[in-house]
């Protein structure tokens, strides 16, 4: 059965750091982008960052020296690490897997594979 599993969500001051995990079963991330994106209810879902097969990388530039994203191939896991959180990155964060090798996009349509949502909260 083919899963993702996002994990790491909660509640931090602003200021402070989380770290997002997301975890694949029935398929290798290592052969795909993988996409963290997030969303606010009663906004449209935005990218937030990805991460290609070659490991070159993307950020929405809301996050740019704030957040990082990360494979773990041998664990079959994509991270993401934020930093300096604030409250307007509060969201629903997904993770999202796209088959078409090398590529670096927010396009949602072309991740054909998503996670259930982590949720992070940035409140003091």
């Known amino acids: 059965q083919l899963q993702f599993v996002e994990s790491g969500g909660g509640l931090v001051q602003p200021g402070g750091s989380l770290r997002l995990s997301c975890a694949a079963s029935g398929f290798t991330l290592s052969y795909l982008t993988i996409g963290w994106f997030r969303r606010v209810p009663g906004k449209e879902r935005e990218g937030v960052s990805c991460?290609?097969?070659?490991?070159?990388?993307l950020y929405a530039d809301s996050v740019k020296g704030r957040f990082t994203i990360s494979r773990d191939n041998a664990n079959n896991t994509v991270s993401l690490q934020m930093n300096n959180l604030k409250p307007e990155d509060t969201a629903v964060y997904y993770c999202a897997a796209a088959s078409t090798r090398g590529i670096l996009t927010f396009r949602s349509a072309d991740f054909g594979f998503w996670g259930q949502g982590t949720r992070v909260t940035v409140s003091s």
């Open positions: 991460i290609n097969v070659v490991e070159a990388t």
